[in-house]
């Protein structure tokens, strides 16, 4: 699918590579190598494609509490979208990269929760592109300047107090996106502790593409929802609010505009908890 305002086809990105209206972003990245998302980047990549990290760009530093992948602070991130050609509520930004939307739909859902609409994801990502054998470099941009005066949702998140005080009410659903087996505590690759918030009702983010990393159809989507989609409020999470929002942008296509992200997750939650049990 590719004829969504929140979905770009590769064959419409390939004939608007040239527009000054249009500024695309590279968000390959590898949770157990930090490095090679970009290296893939500097050994090749969309013409004209900028490069920012989950790490470095699309998180803040790591503290105590507030899970693996804290949200950037907003300032930061404006000078760095500015940086590389963004123009507030103007520009069309497309995200992609090769992990079925796990980070370009971290970086979607961060433009529209700093106030600008105009973003998408390229379908089928970095994989969708090279098999339609369309050009690809391993030369630098030059960034036009842009401007970016973020007008922060900040209604769009919520913390570990929120979770606790609305997880169990009637007209809200607690979704962990995580892999069915690590929902069940059967197996936690990164996390200290295993299981899931009490409460939460597990919508793993892989369902929402194919494994070519092509998204569902709208009515797809909003068929996976059905059994929430009475609930006016939806809080989602993941290990760490980053592929929670794979399933906040499924909601999107779904026309349930009503996600929230518990941006430090199970990752902040388990902070707690190694407290209270010593």
Same mark, same amino acid.
């Given at each position: 699918?590719?004829?969504?305002?929140?979905?770009?086809?590769?064959?419409?990105?390939?004939?608007?590579?040239?527009?000054?209206? $249009?500024?695309?972003?590279?968000?390959?990245?590898?949770? !157990?190598?930090?490095?090679?998302?970009?290296?893939?980047?500097?050994?090749?990549?969309?013409?004209?494609?900028?490069?920012?990290?989950?790490?470095?760009?699309? =998180?803040?530093?790591?503290?105590?509490?507030? *899970?693996?992948?804290?949200?950037?602070?907003?300032?930061?991130?404006?000078?760095?979208?500015?940086?590389?050609?963004?123009?507030?509520?103007?520009?069309?930004?497309? !995200?992609?990269?090769?992990?079925?939307?796990?980070?370009?739909?971290?970086?979607?859902?961060?433009?529209?929760?700093?106030?600008?609409?105009?973003?998408?994801?390229?379908? *089928?990502?970095?994989?969708?592109?090279?098999?339609?054998?369309?050009?690809?470099?391993?030369?630098?941009?030059?960034?036009?300047?842009?401007?970016?005066?973020?007008?922060?949702?900040?209604?769009?998140?919520?913390?570990?107090?929120?979770?606790?005080? @609305?997880?169990?009410?009637?007209?809200?659903?607690?979704?962990?996106?995580?892999?069915?087996?690590?929902?069940?505590?059967?197996?936690?690759?990164?996390?200290?502790?295993?299981?899931?918030?009490? *409460?939460?009702?597990?919508?793993?983010?892989?369902?929402?593409?194919?494994?070519?990393?092509?998204?569902? =159809?709208?009515?797809?989507?909003?068929? @996976?929802?059905?059994?929430?989609?009475?609930?006016?409020?939806?809080? $989602?999470?993941?290990?760490?609010? $980053?592929?929670?929002?794979?399933?906040?942008?499924?909601?999107?296509?779904?026309?349930? !505009?009503?996600?929230?992200?518990?941006?430090?997750?199970?990752?902040?939650?388990? =902070?707690?908890?190694?407290?209270?049990? *010593?």
């Amino acid at each position: 699918m590719s004829d969504h305002p929140l979905i770009i086809s590769s064959q419409f990105l390939k004939e608007h590579l040239n527009d000054p209206q $249009v500024v695309i972003i590279d968000c390959r990245f590898a949770l !157990a190598d930090p490095q090679q998302g970009y290296q893939q980047y500097q050994t090749s990549h969309i013409p004209g494609a900028h490069y920012l990290d989950l790490n470095q760009d699309l =998180s803040a530093p790591v503290e105590r509490h507030g *899970g693996r992948h804290p949200l950037p602070e907003s300032n930061q991130i404006a000078q760095k979208l500015a940086a590389i050609g963004v123009r507030f509520g103007e520009t069309l930004v497309v !995200a992609y990269d090769d992990s079925r939307c796990a980070f370009a739909a971290r970086l979607w859902w961060l433009l529209r929760y700093l106030g600008h609409d105009r973003v998408a994801v390229l379908d *089928g990502g970095w994989g969708a592109w090279q098999s339609q054998g369309y050009p690809v470099t391993d030369a630098l941009p030059t960034p036009q300047p842009g401007q970016f005066v973020p007008q922060v949702r900040s209604e769009w998140v919520v913390d570990i107090n929120a979770v606790k005080a @609305r997880k169990d009410l009637p007209d809200v659903a607690l979704v962990d996106s995580r892999a069915r087996d690590r929902y069940l505590g059967e197996h936690e690759p990164i996390d200290p502790i295993a299981g899931h918030i009490p *409460g939460a009702i597990n919508y793993p983010w892989q369902e929402v593409t194919n494994a070519q990393g092509y998204l569902h =159809s709208p009515d797809q989507q909003k068929q @996976r929802w059905n059994d929430v989609q009475d609930k006016p409020e939806i809080i $989602v999470y993941c290990g760490s609010g $980053v592929t929670a929002c794979v399933n906040l942008l499924s909601l999107e296509l779904a026309g349930m !505009a009503r996600g929230k992200l518990y941006a430090g997750s199970w990752s902040d939650w388990c =902070s707690y908890l190694r407290e209270t049990s *010593g």
